[in-house]
């Protein structure tokens, strides 16, 4: 099995900030990587794939980077809407998340 | 537009059996490409795929799970159905059903939409 591992577990940012999450896989995954948000008692949305392809209606200040193992998303501006847990999902084999990380105020 | 609706019991004891629905509308599960999974989190906790059935009626489990998990669809029904034996409260978690779009290339595609989720409890 595939390992996702994201860091840092809790990010604690402010409106405005510039944030960056990290994801690494436990071997390659070439660019076989999505990002959801989720925030609480709500179903996960879809955010970037292909590690860097913004899903449609996402807005621009998310970004993502990186190939192979290690992976980033990006917020550019933190908008008080981003707050929420973020989780690295890798689809070349199966389906495996991250553990997720919670941006908080 | 596509929506997905699980339903099931909320509660469930010890060793029973659990059954859960994805209804979906806006997609047909005859479409090339087309595939539904089935993700569950435990409260404050990760999420984890556990299974997928796609268009061709081909279907995946989570390697750690699969001994106990069955999924099935109803086309007719626009329904896939999953099954999971020997429950165990550490099985307590909000189910989740989603929709994957793959293409000619690839069928290892994200979850793109997903249904709101359903929570289930075991205890006795």
């Known amino acids: 099995d595939i390992q996702m591992t994201q860091s840092p577990s809790t990010l604690s940012a402010s409106v405005g900030d510039r944030v960056t999450i990290t994801c690494r896989a436990s071997q390659s995954v070439r660019s076989w990587l999505a990002w959801y948000q989720q925030k609480p008692g709500k179903a996960p949305k879809l955010l970037i794939y292909?590690?860097?392809t913004l899903e449609s209606r996402v807005p621009s200040r998310f970004s993502g980077g990186g190939s192979g193992t290690e992976f980033t998303l990006t917020i550019s501006s933190l908008q008080p809407d981003d707050f929420a847990t973020y989780y690295c999902?890798?689809?070349?084999?199966?389906?495996?998340f991250g553990q997720g990380t919670k941006v908080e105020i | 537009q596509i929506t997905l609706q699980e339903s099931g019991p909320t509660l469930v004891k010890p060793t029973q059996t659990l059954t859960l629905t994805c209804t979906f509308s806006g997609f047909s599960l005859s479409t090339s490409e087309v595939g539904v999974g089935w993700v569950r989190q435990p409260p404050g906790k990760a999420l984890q795929w556990l299974a997928m059935?796609?268009?061709?009626?081909?279907?995946h489990y989570s390697p750690s799970l699969k001994s106990r998990l069955t999924i099935t669809r109803d086309t007719s029904k626009n329904q896939v159905v999953l099954t999971m034996t020997n429950m165990d409260p550490v099985d307590t978690a909000t189910y989740y059903c989603?929709?994957?779009?793959?293409?000619?290339?690839?069928?290892?595609?994200?979850?793109?939409?997903w249904g709101q989720g359903t929570l289930v409890t075991v205890s006795s």
């Open positions: 999902q890798q689809y070349i084999d199966s389906w495996t």
């Open positions: 292909k590690a860097s």
């Open positions: 989603a929709h994957t779009l793959g293409n000619a290339l690839t069928t290892n595609v994200p979850f793109d939409y």
């Open positions: 059935i796609y268009w061709n009626d081909d279907h």
